[in-house]
């Protein structure tokens, strides 16, 4: 099953390369698809655009998993039994990755299951490096490759 992450902003430099390498050691498993709403708006006006362009490129019938400092923090361990249970169950699994102000009440709504990286926030393009990490790390934990330490 191929994953989908949704995110908004385009990513340069170093955050770009670290994408693209964890999206080579993925092998096409996961595809990533970039948006961005104007940046002339003020915040809110921004957060209402960039609901609709997630929630307009969500798949049909997909689980969507929102990524949100609110979100439910977990282990790497917990992060890939849980990857593993929603690929098995779902046809289409989707990660939404909203912009710097947020997302709306109404993204979180549509998502089935909300994941935090801890208390602290992280800026929405560094997310997206450390999103690919733990697909690849939640990958190489059900193998049993050592690249995971407890």
């Known amino acids: 099953m191929k994953t989908l992450i949704l995110a908004l902003g385009k990513l340069r430099g170093g955050e770009a390369e670290w994408c693209d390498e964890y999206l080579k050691r993925l092998k096409g498993s996961v595809t990533v698809k970039e948006m961005a709403a104007s940046k002339n708006l003020p915040p809110e006006a921004t957060q209402k655009a960039e609901a609709e362009l997630l929630l307009n490129a ?3 019938k997909s689980f969507v998993v929102l990524l949100d400092e609110r979100g439910k923090d977990m282990t790497s361990r917990d992060f890939a039994a849980k ?3 929603w690929q ?3 046809d289409q699994l989707v990660f939404l990755i909203g912009g710097a102000d947020g997302v709306t009440d109404k993204v979180r709504q549509a998502a ?3 994941i935090g990286f801890g208390k ?3 800026p929405h393009r560094l997310v997206r490096v450390m999103l690919l990490e733990q697909f690849y790390r939640a990958q190489q934990i059900n193998v049993g490759h050592p690249y995971h330490r407890d």
């Open 58 to 60: 969500i798949p049909p």
């Open 83 to 85: 990857l593993t249970l």
């Open 88 to 90: 098995e169950q779902n």
């Open 112 to 114: 089935k299951a909300t």
């Open 120 to 122: 602290l926030t992280w």
